[in-house]
């Protein structure tokens, strides 16, 4: 595939001999007992078999639409039965799925298809007061598949047909495409392959402890590589367990599917931790069925981590992972301490971590805080189709500069110590500065603009812009009706915004990001 960056040969050669990477593909996770409930969505209950011929059917309805091996369809659905199946049914076909979240509008989907040259985008009909059709109708793109009533489009319901022999994907071709939390302008694209997504997957699997008694409960976007690989409902079904999906993670609508499903592990961002940690202390749900609560996305502190087992009753995993690939997890027999007050050690054994000085690139020295740099079987060699980016974002040597700030403690646990990235970490849900300084400048009253992270007890980060105006400032209001019109996804949106008369500068000239943090803190 044009724009993808492969790993040298010599890397290739030592993943296989090291069992790192096999020939199992994407389309092959499924492996309960045929009879067994495979996935619990809304009202719906699909046994393996259900799910599985489901998915082949999906995938002749695919390929009668032309959609063959290599193809690129933009995804978008919801927590629903409905995603597994297209999911699953497009990995077969051998198109990759560029996963969207649902809360992506006009600029981030207009932006993902032409980049990707979809031949398709799959969406619901309506999702949370959002007529997804009506920004199909702003698209240029040659299918448009809707989940429920498909007015001019084509019905997903009517891509079911009778199985036909696919053209079967090879381990080493690009299995899907993930999005970046970005640091730019525009949003990247990570592609990862079947061999290495599956090591992802399988491994988490094993060092989570899934097992055909897993019973995984998915309460973030399952489109999010957490939810969906980490171990995820990927990792749950290659283990012949049981996913159960949620709407959401408010507790209203998580405990008593806990209760009713009897639900053993889920993965959750630190705001969904902190509520849940309130509100099973006055719930009447049974939540004792939960043997694992994985947080990660966003730092967890180390006070909210001890009272993880104690309030809820499980074992808690910190996983510090990323679209691009590397996975931290701390292990299920850590010692409380490490548990709490660090971010995990690495996934793989072959995973290669350096620890850096930011501005040089040296090594710190070990214990230091540096950036982490990460170089391994199942993490990107390059960002697709963004050549200039690439040249800025790996080291010649083919390691991914994480732009996470890190101390690694003698036993290879690592501990977020911050960023050097302008990105903000809005809970879990990741905005690039520049991406939204970019919209901002759009504005007519708007001449200059700088964004930043403030603390937040709950969020970990809210987001604050720093304008300099021309004529009447724009209230906080006017600006997210901006950008609502502008098709910008609303957890870009700022949650403050500060008028000021000039922005505070670096010796070299550069706006000082540092000193307006400082200024909110
Ligand atoms: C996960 O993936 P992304 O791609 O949304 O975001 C990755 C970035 C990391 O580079 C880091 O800055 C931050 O999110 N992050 C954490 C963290 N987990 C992720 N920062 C501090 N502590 C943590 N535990 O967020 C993601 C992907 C797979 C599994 C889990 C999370």
Known sequence: MDGFTSWPNDLVARYIAEGYWSDRLLGDVLRGDPGRIALVAGDERLTYADLDRRAD????????????????????????????????????????????????????????????????????????????????????????????DAAEFTALASLDAEPVPLD????????????????????????????DYVYNLEASAEVCGFTADTVYLVVLPVAHNFALACPGILGAFAVGGTVVLAPSGSPDEAFPLIERERATACAVVPPIALLWLDAATWSDEDLSSLELLQVGGAKLAAEPAAQVPKVLGCVLQQVFGMAEGLLNYTRLDDPPELVETTQGRPLCPADEIRVVDPDTGEPVPEGETGELLTRGPYTLRGYYRAPEHNARSFTPDGFYRTGDLVRRLPSGHLVVEGRHKDQINRGGDKVSA??????????PAVHDAAVVGMPDPMMGERTCAFLIT??????????????????????????????????????VGKISKKELAARLA
Request: proline share 8%; net charge positive.
């Open 57 to 148: 059917r999906t995938a002749a309805g695919f390929h009668r639409l032309g959609i063959r091996r290599g193809d690129r369809v933009v995804l978008q659905l919801p927590n629903t039965a409905s995603f597994v199946v297209v999911f699953l049914a497009l990995v077969r076909l051998g198109a990759a799925p560029v996963l969207a979240l649902p809360a992506h509008r006009h600029s981030e989907i207009g932006y993902l298809c032409e980049l990707s040259q979809a031949r398709a985008y799959v969406i619901p009909d309506r999702h949370g007061g959002f007529d997804y059709r009506e920004l199909a109708r702003s698209l240029d793109v040659e299918h448009v598949v809707v989940d429920g």
């Open 168 to 195: 079967r994907p090879d381990p080493a071709d690009v299995g899907l495409f993930l999005l970046s939390g970005g640091t730019t302008g525009l949003p990247k694209l990570i592609p990862r392959t079947h061999r």
């Open 434 to 443: 520049e991406e939204l300084e970019g919209h901002l400048l759009a504005h």
């Open 470 to 507: 021309r004529g009447t400032p724009p209230t906080l209001r006017e600006l997210k009706d901006f950008l609502r019109e502008r098709g910008l996804a609303d957890y870009k949106w700022p949650d403050r915004v500060e008028t000021v008369d000039t922005f505070p500068r670096t010796p």
